[in-house]
């Protein structure tokens, strides 16, 4: 079935100075982190903004979330409850979010979470432009980051922090799992060298590079990979993304050309003395 962009309200988007200015802030980490393929780079925005639309987020509650959506989004880890129990649960927030991302949820999530205290999973819920989540999470980048974001995780809350560690986190995932990322997608993350497999790479890392592509794609209920291919073209026209902080070349060849106009003994003897 073709998507409908204009149905989706993503035909024609626009990004305020705000917006803008998150995005030029991920770009700048990219830089930073060294992620300099222009595909990834592009494909981190396109993926940032579907989560966020590049505005500082936390998890808001789900108490006005449908039932049949938490499902959805929460499967096993909420399998247990009744209709009328869920109802109750996602009244309160604290208890809900211990519930899908407290301890008691390791065994569905197959791996250790650290929100192994009372009030962690809403203490530890998604914070930045792609969901930062659970406290080893938080604790892993804070460290990285030189803060304790244990501690204070209201720190990810800051726009530009956000954007810090959301391209730290992609740098991570990079280098941690290069392995598995060549097994599924042919190539590490700077070698990858079409626009559509790093969409791929960066939309199957933000929903858990363990979950299979294809299926995340076909199955999308959620209208997030629609999302993406709304405004995979348009994001990075209206950001201006490169591959990286290098000078580009036309503006050094026309300084050199009119320098050369200026000074031509400059030149000959310093340019072209070989």
């Not at 149905?7 to 917006?19: D, F, H, M, P, R």
């Not at 490169?242 to 000959?268: D, E, Q, Y």
Request: aromatic share 10%; proline share 2%; with cysteine.
């Amino acid at each position: 079935m073709a998507i409908d962009c204009k149905k989706l309200g993503l035909s024609n988007i626009s990004l305020n100075t705000a917006q803008l200015q998150v995005a030029k802030s991920l770009l700048k980490y990219c830089d930073e982190y060294k992620i300099t393929n222009k595909f990834i780079r592009n494909a981190i925005l396109v993926i940032c903004y579907k989560e966020s639309q590049f505005t500082a987020k936390v998890e808001i509650c789900y108490n006005t979330t449908s039932n049949s959506r938490i499902r959805f989004i929460f499967g096993s880890r909420v399998a247990d409850l009744s209709e009328a129990q869920l109802t109750a649960l996602k009244k309160d927030c604290v208890k809900f979010f211990d519930k899908v991302y407290g301890k008691q949820a390791e065994r569905y999530l197959g791996f250790r979470t650290g929100n192994d205290n009372v009030g962690d999973g809403y203490k530890y819920r998604g914070r930045g432009f792609n969901g930062i989540t659970f406290k080893v999470q938080y604790d892993s980048i804070g460290k990285k980051l030189g803060l304790d974001l244990v501690k204070n995780p209201e720190l990810l809350e800051k726009p530009d922090l956000q954007a810090k560690a959301t391209i730290l986190y992609f740098s991570e995932i990079f280098k941690n799992y290069d392995s598995l990322i060549k097994q599924k997608f042919g190539a590490s993350a700077k070698d990858i060298n079409n626009y559509e497999t790093a969409l791929k790479l960066i939309y199957n890392i933000n929903a858990g590079l363990g979950n299979n592509i294809n299926s995340l794609i076909a199955n999308d209920v959620t209208g997030g990979w629609a999302m993406v291919q709304c405004t995979k073209d348009q994001i990075p026209k209206i950001v201006g993304s490169s591959s990286g902080s290098k000078l580009p070349i036309v503006p050094i060849l026309a300084g050199l050309f009119f320098f050369a106009i200026i000074n031509p003994k400059w030149i000959k003897k310093n340019i072209l003395k070989n």
